[in-house]
């Protein structure tokens, strides 16, 4: 296994420890300690990306595996917001059906030995939901963070319809591929 897909392996490794200070009661300073965690698991992101383009280390396991870290990262932290009440449900079941759509759309594709990268929303998507998250975990009780989570909440939920139809439009081969 290369660095880039260690560090990805890593990333979906810190969603529990992540989840343990968002949910712990009684945890001093918890939330910063989350935000910290998802800060550093959101840069891994980026990290095993560079390198595995840098040094020519793509692999069918980054392709497939990469997203799918980045969906358990931030999927976890927007079903924390909906149990504090902080992000609606319907946002949260928006978000979580676009990747439930997409990783579907990705087994039907590699059924037919079709391996299907991140596209150009979908990675634009994912750093504003990582920013987002960070402000909801931070969650600094004043207008001008209140007015930014508000900003990146629509900014995601408008990037998720986006990226969605762009993916399925760019890669509708695989609906016809799946059928054959």
């Known amino acids: 296994m290369n660095l880039p897909n260690k560090i990805t ?3 979906a490794c810190m969603v529990p420890v992540f989840l343990i200070f968002m949910l712990a009661p009684g945890i001093s300073a918890g939330n910063y300690i989350a935000a910290v965690i998802f800060s550093v698991a959101s840069a891994s992101d980026f990290l095993d990306g560079y390198l595995a383009r840098k040094n020519n280390l793509v692999t069918d396991f980054g392709k497939f595996m990469d997203p799918l870290a980045d969906k358990l990262l931030v999927c976890s932290a927007f079903i924390c917001f909906v149990q504090f009440g902080t992000v609606p449900a319907w946002v949260v079941v928006l978000i979580i059906g676009r990747e439930f759509i997409i990783s579907g759309f990705r087994l039907i594709a590699a059924d037919n030995n079709i391996v299907i990268a991140a596209n150009y929303w979908g990675k634009i998507k994912t750093v504003v939901q990582m920013v987002m998250c960070v402000l909801f975990i931070v969650d600094l009780d004043s ?8 900003l990146f909440l629509y900014a995601s939920v408008a990037l998720t319809v986006i990226s969605l139809c762009v993916y399925i439009y760019q890669n509708r081969r695989v609906i016809t591929a799946g059928t054959k």
Do not use: D, S
Request: aromatic share 28%.
């Open 9 to 11: 392996v890593f990333r």
């Open 143 to 150: 207008a001008f963070f209140n007015v930014m989570e508000q």
